[in-house]
């Protein structure tokens, strides 16, 4: 026998199934996904930081971001955010300016992208497997500012910034 949950609460009603056994792992990650969701849609007023600050308040001391290297909480998650956020006014950044960042997966990628949104700022998560004209290309589309960049990639930037006249980067 399987159960149903339904998310929306209006006509749209997502379906997602368990067995009755108890295995409820992956229900219960989406029925608070989709819940979240609902609150996000009445309010419309809520950011994801706003929504990860709520987790915090609740659970600052569990995991929020796992990577090969770290773990952070929840509440450090929040803290890094607010740590980017200020960089970012620190260094004349402001509502609408638009930043690409170009760094792999880490604990830092999120907290940067939330601190800079907190600003107000437009940023472009550029794909970390562009090379050359195709990394060129991303950073003009996207009509940036300021290029933040993993060290490990730093040098593929510096390439591309050759192609698009940019040396500051």
Known sequence: QKSTVSGFGDD????????DDGD??????WARALHCRRDLEV???RTLLSAIMDVAKAHSDRPALI???QEITYGQL???AHFFMRWG???GLSPGSSICLLMPNG????????GLGQIGCSVALINTNLVDRALAHAVTAAE???VIVAGTLASRMADAAKQIGRAHV
Do not use: C, F, M
């Not at 749209?12 to 067995?19: G, I, P, S, V, Y």
């Not at 604990?107 to 939330?114: A, S």
């Open 12 to 19: 749209r009603e997502a379906r997602l199934t368990r067995n």
């Open 43 to 45: 309010s419309g007023h």
């Open 24 to 29: 409820k792992t992956a229900l219960g990650h």
């Open 78 to 80: 929040v803290r890094r």
């Open 144 to 146: 940036s500012t300021t």
């Open 67 to 69: 990577d090969e290297q």
């Open 89 to 91: 006014l620190d260094r």
């Open 107 to 114: 604990v830092d990628y999120l907290p940067i992208w939330l």
